[in-house]
């Protein structure tokens, strides 16, 4: 049955890039692991580039790379848990060849339920997390054309943890400027 459970295997069937792509884990390189330490203390690390409705492009260095690495990135905090975050990160791969989306979620997160994503209230799948890091659990998709469209379209997304099998928090994230912010990525 693969990586998802639950919904995600009927959008999967029917074509979803999200669904179909987001158990797939892409090695990043060093340039990823800095942006993914971003995440720990966003205002401290990388340098913000421009701000794009919601969205902030942060750029850095990473050490022994040959260029700056840069990411379109919001974090927010779940409505009912202030000591709940999630940090959405979407970059192009060094090479160019892929579009990214890394969500990291914080440590204590029920594993197997994995990290669901509704779109303007539509559910659009759920993956299994790849790995966690000190600063939180991550999962990853690697973005088509259909889904950039997708997000490009809707006015919110919800992305959905769970800490035991019947309690998911979800965390609204505003989707204002991330295509403007995705167009301006270098």
């Not at 260095?61 to 927010?76: F, W």
């Not at 000591?83 to 997160?109: E, F, W």
């Not at 469209?149 to 959905?160: M, P, S, V």
Request: glycine share 12%; hydrophobic share 40%; with cysteine.
């Amino acid at each position: 049955m693969g990586p998802f459970k639950h919904h995600a295997r009927s959008a999967a069937s029917r074509g979803n890039p999200f669904a179909s792509s987001f158990g797939r884990w892409l090695a990043g390189g060093l340039a990823i692991a800095v942006l993914l330490g971003l995440t720990a203390s966003a205002s401290a690390q990388g340098a913000v580039r421009s701000v794009h409705g919601d969205w902030q492009i942060r750029c850095d260095t990473p050490p022994g790379a040959q260029g700056e690495q840069c990411a379109l990135i919001q974090s927010v905090v779940a409505e009912d848990r202030s000591n709940a975050g999630l940090t959405v990160i979407v970059l192009k791969t060094a090479d160019q060849k892929s579009k990214l989306m890394r969500v990291v979620a914080p440590l204590g997160v029920l594993l197997p339920s994995g990290l669901g994503l509704k779109l303007d209230n539509q559910d659009v799948g759920r993956a299994g997390f790849v790995r966690c890091l000190p600063n939180g659990c991550v999962a990853e998709v690697v973005m088509d054309d259909k889904l950039l469209g997708q997000l490009r379209t809707a006015k919110t997304a919800t992305f959905i943890i769970f800490e035991t099998p019947e309690e998911g928090i979800g965390f609204p994230l505003s989707l204002n400027g991330i295509g403007e912010g995705y167009d301006k990525l270098p």
